[in-house]
């Protein structure tokens, strides 16, 4: 059973929307992008992502959510502690985010 992590983000309002967009594609791109050292594969299952869209109005501010999943704690724990790519996203986007939320779940865990 695989570790789903949700990622929540709220952009500053005056990043121009050409930023958002790049940091959003390099986000969906760590599926792809993130090497396991190990096995030299990727890792990291990206289902997808985007900008809200909820009519709901419970927000609280967040702009954009991503799903991903790991098949299991260690690959989450290379991804969150070790992995060149991952960190290298995060350090890209600290100065443009506003706020950062994560979320992580193992389905029927409750």
Known sequence: MGIHHIVLLRFKDLVPSDEVQGACS???SLGS?????????????????????????LQNGITHGFIMEFENEDDRKYYLEKDPTHL????????????????DFTPGVF
């Open 33 to 57: 992008d993130c090497i396991h050292p190990t096995t030299q594969k990727t890792y990291v299952k990206v289902i997808g992502g985007g900008k809200d869209n909820s009519p709901e109005g």
């Open 26 to 28: 390099r986000l969906i």
């Open 88 to 103: 290298g996203f995060i350090a890209s986007v600290k100065d443009i985010l506003d706020r950062i939320q994560v979320v």
